[in-house]
């Protein structure tokens, strides 16, 4: 059986966490056989891990030139290592794959955790030994379970993470064999070389599972790998409520569907085309201008990411991003694990030891959506640090039901928007050649009476007009009001039945001018 990941992410990326892999320079059977046990037990719910057959360690890294195993031996092996895996109590069964690598030859094992813990496996397998333990993974170490890990293990044994389950009321057709191979070829995975069929596939990526006769999607498949995950999911989706008015004037609502990693990017690229904004400032201590944020793309970005990594997909709540006039909030359900103490929310210091969805989190980071363990709230950190952004606030209730992430307006932003709204005469922020600094967030009513404002001199594309209303390019808003005024009939096209951004606009007949 193939594995959804290349060898070469594995030693040279940062796709997988290191306390993920094991790297082995030659075969060593019992060692190997405790490290499997380890990634079936999967105590911190990381999602198991891989062993690497044939690479030197050095500090914890794979040391280079890699030494290979002998093309002869793999085979043999291969059969050592499923007589190991029956040892295993229960049956534990890793997909394995000979692999090639900087013309060496190695073995690549993908221990995913298991459905069955806890495993337990020989504590030696020298002969008249019959005795077996179980072993985790602590750090990048694997080790005997103490007594309080196998009370843990024996109380998450039969709790699969809801990512992991397999779906009941979907069947395989759910799935969509387009949506994995474009998923498959995006992180370079050989299975996308081997003209499986799509049910084949979706086993070998673990995204179905069950036995022969009645294989169905996990959900985790149907997350990644269906149409639109809410027709499985109530509420799997992402609202973006702008509201640059407290009355309400002005609202402009989103919805964002589809599989998860096309939702957030969408959602993503909407908030950075309609509501990132910045202003060039000149600080006095420093030879060039600098570029102020409203809210930095890096820290929202990170956000969204993890509420779409974090947030429980059995509770029928969308995660809803709120932005109003001096805030951009994030919203999702449940809150954070309870691990994570009030102290550490109030000092931003979010590390949790098990993850919700270990499986919707693989696939992010493979994606490169998603940082690695533990690492999203210090970028988000850094990003606000540079632009001068406050820190942001996390709140949740008494029984953490939700949890919300409010970033601050950059006072440097809101300062140099101010001024210039102040300082430049009526109009003058709309006249082409001034820089992003002049930009504020408008209305919609202020906006149709810009665009009209524009035209009165002369026709413009689409693109002309986006241009000087100090946009990089035209907006969703900008769009859906230069539509809303042609359908009106106060603008005009040279082709009527043309959408092109470069295709001429101009005022209708001798209309001049148009009221909000």
Known sequence: MA??????????????????????????????????????????????????????????????????????????????????????????????????YEGKDLLLIWAPGGYERPYRAPVSLGKGSADAACYVRRFSNTVKASDADLRELASIGGNIPFDDRVNHRSKMSD?????????????????????MSPDEIAVDIKVADGPREDVRPLNVGLMFFSDDPADFFREALIEVVDIPDPTGKGMVERTFRGPLDQQLSDALRYLQNNVIAEVVVKRPDEAEASRVYNYPYAAVEEALCNAVYHRSYQIPEPITVRVEADRLSITSFPGPDRSITDDNLAHCRLVARRYRNRRIGDFLKELKLAEGRNTGVPTMLAALEANGSPKPVFETDAERSFFCVTFGLSPEFAAATTLNATEAPEGESLKEGKSSGSRKRRTREELRSAVTAELVERERSMSEIARVLGYTKANDTLRSVIEELVDEGVLERDDASSTSPNAKIRLSGSKQSVSG
């Open 175 to 195: 799935l969509r064999f387009g949506r994995m191979a474009d998923y498959l070829n995006k992180i370079g995975s050989s299975l996308r070389y081997e003209g």
């Open 3 to 100: 594995i959804p990941i290349t060898v070469d992410a594995l030693i040279d990326g940062a796709v997988v966490e290191q306390a993920r892999i094991e790297y082995k320079e030659s075969w060593n059977p019992e060692a190997i056989v405790h490290t499997l046990c380890a990634f079936a037990n999967d105590i911190d719910n990381w999602g198991g891990g891989y062993i690497v057959v044939g690479v030197e360690e050095e500090g914890g890294r794979p040391k280079k030139p890699v030494k290979g195993v002998s093309p002869d031996s793999l085979d043999a092996i291969q059969k050592n290592l499923l007589r190991l895996c029956h040892s295993i109590r229960p049956l534990y069964l890793p997909a394995c794959e000979p692999v090639r």
